[in-house]
């Protein structure tokens, strides 16, 4: 997308129409002659938490270059994932867990509990991976999840 010799305003929707994979993450914070940490809260702010880069990948805004150690519990079972701190909720969630548990949209739940407010978290949305992500940082523990599907009819 060409963007002209000025930046779109420091909107919602200028962002927005920065993140279509035309220009990098970086690239998208100096045409707006902001800092990383201004840029970040304007994205978090505006809900939007996932950048498309120029490579085609699709990255966390506010990941870091750390590795996440997940734990997945059910049917008695656990599975182990390390991912990358910047991998998007579609990439690890969607695409490596369900491919890997052989499950499909809307047919499971997947949540967390957190000993702050004393309830189970559901994870569906990118928000809701940024704060598990989050939460899991702040107590120094990998991310323990739990993931409830119906099981097949025997």
Known sequence: MEHGPHPPPFTREGILSLNDGSLSLEQARNLFNVDLLTFKAKLMQESILVWNEVNGLKVRVHGCDDKKAIVISFCDRTKYYLVN???????????????DLKLSRGDYELFYFNEAIERDVDIETDLDWHNAVAYFDAIGTAMFLECNYPLPAA
């Open 85 to 99: 701190g910047t991998d998007p909720f579609e990439d690890v969630i969607r695409n490596m867990i369900e491919r």
